[in-house]
């Protein structure tokens, strides 16, 4: 199964990593690759995290890695990443 990122997910990943960055670099870094990482396992168990409490589809997943929630949407032939932002902020 392939994995889509949208323009909307990779500005704000793009964010919160300059945002790391300003502390540390290799904070920013090791982020980014374990995220990465914990994506690319979805398409092994697509349904192993909670339904979206922002979307009422059944398709649509929270994920939450670290203190950040990925939304992301399962299909047929692909997932798609669509969006990533803090727990504690609201979304916008």
Do not use: G, H
Not at 46 to 62: A, L, M, T, V, W
Request: aromatic letters at 16%; glycine letters at 0%.
């Amino acid at each position: 199964m392939k994995i889509i990122e949208t323009q909307k997910y990779k500005q704000e990943l793009r964010q919160i990593s300059f945002y790391i960055k300003k502390d540390k670099l290799s904070a920013a870094i090791n982020f980014v690759s374990q995220l990465k990482e914990v994506i690319n396992n979805i398409p092994n168990f697509p349904y192993k995290y909670r339904k979206s409490i922002y979307f009422q589809n059944e398709s649509i997943r929270d994920m939450t890695f670290k203190s950040y929630t990925i939304v992301y949407e399962i299909s047929e032939k692909y997932i798609e990443i669509m969006t990533i932002f803090n727990q504690n902020k609201p979304k916008s």
